[in-house]
Every structure is written in structure tokens, then in C-alpha cells.
Nanobody, 124 residues
Framework: QLQASGGGLVQTGGSLRLSCAASGRTHSRYVMGWFRQAPGKEREFVAAISWPGMKSKYADSVKGRFTISRDNVKRTVSLQMNSSKPEDTAVYYC???????????????????WGQGTLVTVSS
């Protein structure tokens, strides 16, 4: 089970930190990722991190602004959002790919565990 938190309202250019806590078997030696879904749009890849955390992958739209990290002791995954833009407004979901320890895909349908989502609103 995955529980995302940290969403809220932030001004353009501001920062926000999302966190995802895992329980049960999720997060254990799995790739962890963040996705987002804006109103009327499909769910899209944001970032993913390998096990145990040496490699990460980012969508071009967030590269250089967002940073994904994981704490394998606390079993959490975080997404640090800096230099936020109005187009970052979306519901953000954390997810796990239990089939791999290396980031192999950005397709949301290939991630098999999902959190409930947390809303991020960036005001202009």
C-alpha cells in the first residue's frame, strides 16, 4: 500500500515536497515512480528511481526542477518540486513497479501498485 501526501497550493516559482509512504511489500526493492494527471488529460510520467536509489529518470518537462529520492529505511519516496509552473498543476500519484529494480518504463500501465494521489495547484 502506498500513501501520498504533501500536496497543496504553491505560487509560480515556489517549492513543494511530496512524500509517499509504503507499507506491506510495496517499495521493497522496487522501482518507485511519480506520475501526475491534470484535469482532462491522461496520466503522465514525472520521475522514477531505481532500487536502491542510484539512478533516476525524469520527464523532460520537469528535468532540472524536480528531484526524486528514496529513504529505504523509512520506506518513503519523495518528490522535491522547485521552480513550479502553472502547468505542474495536477493530482500526483506515487507508484511502484514490482517487476524491476532498474527503471525500465515510463508507462503508467506497467506500474502495479498505486497510491491515492495528492493534489498540487500552482497559482500564476
Amino acid at each position: 500500500q502506498l500513501q501520498a501526501s504533501g500536496g497543496g497550493l504553491v505560487q509560480t516559482g515556489g517549492s513543494l515536497r511530496l512524500s509517499c509512504a509504503a507499507s506491506g511489500r510495496t517499495h521493497s526493492r522496487y522501482v518507485m515512480g511519480w506520475f501526475r494527471q491534470a484535469p482532462g488529460k491522461e496520466r503522465e510520467f514525472v520521475a522514477a528511481i531505481s532500487w536502491p536509489g542510484m539512478k533516476s529518470k525524469y520527464a523532460d518537462s520537469v528535468k532540472g526542477r524536480f528531484t526524486i529520492s528514496r529513504d529505504n529505511v523509512k520506506r518513503t519516496v519523495s518528490l522535491q518540486m522547485n521552480s513550479s509552473k502553472p502547468e505542474d498543476t495536477a493530482v500526483y500519484y506515487c507508484a511502484a513497479d514490482s517487476t524491476s529494480q532498474a527503471v525500465r518504463t515510463t508507462r503508467p500501465d506497467l506500474y502495479d501498485f498505486w497510491g491515492q494521489g495528492t493534489l498540487v495547484t500552482v497559482s500564476s
